[in-house]
Every structure is written in C-alpha cells, then in structure tokens.
C-alpha cells in the first residue's frame, strides 16, 4: 500500500504506553511528580494518544498506585487522547471520576494467560468488563478493548483467528470503539499480522484497531509494516522500549516509539510526532527509571545526526591534495 493517501502522505497514529506498560515493570517508585512531568513532555510530542497508567489494584502494580493523582495532575493538550487501563468496575469508577478520556479494558485471548495475569477465566473477565463497558458507555467515556496474547500465549502457543475473532464481536456488541490485538511477549510475524489485521479491518471498518508489539524478538517493526500493508494506521510504542508483562515469562519491552517514528518518517509516513521532542524526552528516561534503556535512535542518533570529522581527515586530505598539486 502507498505511502500516500488522498494526495497527502499517509497519516498514522503513535499512541505511548511508556507511562503504563513501562513503568508497571519498574522495581523503583517512580515518583507522582516526576510521572507527570514525563506525561506532560510526551503529550507535547505529537503523540495520538498516551496510556496515562493503570487504575489496578495497588497490591499488584505497586509501581502505578498513585494513578489518580497522575490522572488529575497532568496537563490535556487538545487533540492527545488521555486512556489508562482498567480492569474492573472499582477501575472503572476510579479512572472515570479522575477524568480519564478513555477506558482501555484488558483481557487475554488465552485462558492461561487470563488466568495468571487476571486471576480469573476468560468468562469472568468478560463478565466484568461487560458492567466496566455499561458503566463507561453511560458516562460518555470511551472504551477500547486489549486483547493480550492475540498473536500467541507464552503457555498455550498458536491462538486460532477465530478466538480473537468472537472476543474482538462481543466487546464491539458491548460498545466497544477501538480494538488492541497485543502481542504481549512478541510471538507475532508478519504473515501472522497481515491475515488478521485485514479480517478485523473487514470486518469492523468503523472500529479502531490499533497493533500492540512487544519486541522481543526482533520482529516489533517487520510486523508494523505488515500492518501498515494491511492498512493499520495504529500503533502502541513505549518511549525508550521501555515494558513488559509482569505475568509473562520472559517477557520484554515494547516496540521504542522513536526507532518506530524514525523509521516511519524515512518511509514517508506521516507519524504527527516532532522527533527531535521525542528524543528529548527518551533522553531522560534513564534517570527516570534508573537505569539505562535500549533506545537505538538516542543512542546513535538519527540518521543524518552526522559526526565532526576525526582530526586525522584533515592532514590526510591536505596530503592527497598536495599529490594532486
Ligand atoms: N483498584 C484498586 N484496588 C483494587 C482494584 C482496583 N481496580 N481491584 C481490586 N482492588 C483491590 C481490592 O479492593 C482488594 O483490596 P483489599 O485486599 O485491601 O480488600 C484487592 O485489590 C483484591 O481484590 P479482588 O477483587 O480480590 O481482586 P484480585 O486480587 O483478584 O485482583 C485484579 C484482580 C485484576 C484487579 C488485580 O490482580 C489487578 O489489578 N491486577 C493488575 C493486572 C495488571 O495490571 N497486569 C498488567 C497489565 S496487563
Ligand atoms: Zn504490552
């Protein structure tokens, strides 16, 4: 598909989960203010969307339990969607009331998975996201839907097509607006990507769907430009690669916003984001999380972020000239 849509060169949407995916795995307290503030920089970026933290309970993500006040002390920027993640009716009601734009409901497409990382059956997860959906539908918020392990369960393997398929039907029939199919511990591949983002895409055109890649194997940006192919305009990424699962063994990072912004506008996307802002913010992640991150573009630099000439290149062209002479 061409980089070029309607005459303009192809928008597609960088949504960051760097605050939420990332600072859930952290081992230090990232303290509120300084959560904030790394909020705040990322949504003068350009950024689509920003998964703000997770309204989840404080004895499981000890790192995310000041989500209200990270919710209620951030600044909004017209046109950056503010979503956290919520679990169950008591997120729900926590996320709502601190003013969060949107609900991003989470569940596995596995049961495994469901079980270890939401301690209960598929069935029952759908259950409570059905009352989350109802609460959120009644309150004007919206409500997307993660499906995680949508491409392959670290304990169950191939996930079939059609098991995505009927939970991605019954949280559209809820009122689902937006889709995320996960690959929680990067399992997917390209084919993989292609099939299944143009059956969603097909049948759902009015939906949202957005591709959720971890890059554990490599394979985060091949499986970004099957989805492109396939017409995903969509994508989460984590400032830095920063996340993981902590129910996953093995699990590691998300695709890093600035190598996937980099390499987007090289091809001729339009990714909306200022990288030089991004870069900014990458650079200080580091000292945000206290330790270092695998960040390829801060690391060595864009592109065409050329290096001063060694002193040696001087003398040796001076000498070739004086030969010439
Ligand atoms: N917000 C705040 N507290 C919550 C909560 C929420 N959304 N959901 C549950 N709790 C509290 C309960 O009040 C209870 O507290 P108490 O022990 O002081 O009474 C405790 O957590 C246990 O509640 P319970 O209803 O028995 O749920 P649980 O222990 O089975 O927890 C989850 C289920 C899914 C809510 C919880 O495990 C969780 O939040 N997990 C995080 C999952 C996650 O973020 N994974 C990574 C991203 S995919
Ligand atoms: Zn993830």
């Not at 996930?159 to 929680?184: K, P, Q």
Request: overall charge negative.
């Amino acid at each position: 598909m061409s980089t070029v849509w309607n005459g303009a060169r192809r928008r597609i949407h960088m949504q960051e989960v760097g605050p939420r995916d990332g600072l859930q795995m952290e081992s230090v307290f990232v303290p509120t203010a300084d959560k904030i503030a790394f909020v705040d920089a990322l949504s003068r970026t350009g950024l689509a969307k920003i998964e703000v933290t997770a309204f989840v309970s404080p004895k499981a993500i000890p790192a995310l339990r000041d989500a209200e006040d990270v919710m209620r002390g951030i600044a909004r920027v017209p046109g950056v969607v503010h979503t956290a993640l919520v679990p169950n009716v008591r997120g729900a009601e926590r996320a709502i009331d601190a003013g969060t734009d949107e609900l991003n409901l989470v569940m596995s497409a596995t049961e495994t998975h469901n079980l270890a990382n939401l301690r209960m059956t598929r069935e029952q997860s759908f259950a409570g996201l059905a009352e989350v959906a109802s609460i959120a539908v009644d309150a004007g918020v919206a409500v997307n839907i993660s499906l995680s392990c949508a491409f392959g369960c670290p304990m169950e393997g191939d996930v079939a097509d059609l098991v995505v398929l009927r939970w991605c039907e019954r949280f559209v029939e809820l009122g689902a607006s937006g889709i995320t199919l996960c690959d929680t511990t990067g399992m997917a591949y390209p084919g993989q990507v292609a099939a299944l983002a143009r059956t969603v895409r097909n049948r759902w055109p009015g939906t949202q769907l957005t591709m959720h890649f971890h890059d554990t194997r490599g394979l985060g940006l091949p499986n970004i430009l099957a989805a492109i192919d396939a017409g995903v305009d969509r994508f989460d990424a984590s400032v830095g690669g920063l996340g993981g699962c902590p129910y996953a063994p093995g699990a590691s990072g998300n695709v890093c916003t600035e190598t996937v912004v980099h390499a987007l506008e090289l091809m001729g996307y339009d990714t909306g984001v200022d990288l030089a802002a991004l870069l900014d913010v990458s650079r200080r992640v580091p000292a945000l999380v206290g330790h270092d991150v695998a960040s390829p573009i801060v690391k060595a630099g864009r592109r065409l972020d050329l290096h001063p000439e060694p002193a040696s290149v001087a003398a040796l062209r001076a000498a070739a000239a004086a030969r010439v002479a």
